[in-house]
């Protein structure tokens, strides 16, 4: 904002010229703080945002941690009953020689479909983990931008009252010399 630059009448300045300096002032303070307004909006709106990506990422670990921890049973299952299926196999062999082929293949069997689907299973889940992973990596780039955005906001914020705060200050200025120049 300019200084304006009066013209001296009879005891003092124009009036015209000085409401409409004051009319002008009035008007930039005016847009100045609509902006201002609409600036504080669009952080708090992004600041809303910037939440509910977080209450999101949140639930999407604790996905991953449910995921992690079902495979982790999976392979302790998957485990368990190669185990069983090897014991199975191993006490009929002693119990019935004759038996002994033929249930030995069964057991092996058994234990190769179930190696099988367990194996299937761990690739489906780590499928959904790295789907997962990729959701994330999104969400934290998502983020960044919100982050950036309420940044950038921030600082036309600042910009706005930095150039408030001059004009209010030659404003000041301006009455001073006035009121000076009205006691001589």
């Known amino acids: 904002m300019e200084t304006p630059d009066f013209k001296r009448v009879i005891r003092g300045y124009d009036p015209e010229a000085v409401e409409q300096a004051w009319a002008e002032t009035d008007r930039q303070l005016s847009e100045a703080n609509a902006v201002n307004k609409e600036l504080r909006l669009q952080i708090n709106s992004l600041r809303e945002q910037n939440s509910e990506w977080g209450i999101r990422l949140k639930n999407y670990e604790k996905i991953e941690m449910d ?23 191993n006490d009929l062999v002693q119990s019935a020689r004759c038996e002994s082929e033929t249930l030995l293949y069964e057991a092996t069997r058994i234990s190769a479909l179930k190696e099988v689907e367990a194996d299937a299973m761990l690739i489906n ?5 790295s789907q997962i992973e990729e959701q994330i ?19 036309h914020l600042e910009m706005v009252k930095g150039l408030l705060e001059p004009a209010t200050i030659k404003t000041l200025s301006s009455e001073e010399k006035s009121s000076e120049r009205d006691s001589e």
Do not use: F, M
């Open 137 to 155: 990596q999104g969400l934290v780039e998502q983020k960044t931008e919100l982050q950036t955005l309420v940044d950038q906001a921030i600082h």
């Open 67 to 89: 995921l992690r921890d079902a495979l982790l049973s999976a392979q302790r299952i998957a485990n368990q009953l190669k185990e069983e299926a090897t014991k199975q196999a």
């Open 125 to 129: 889940k780590h499928a959904e983990i």
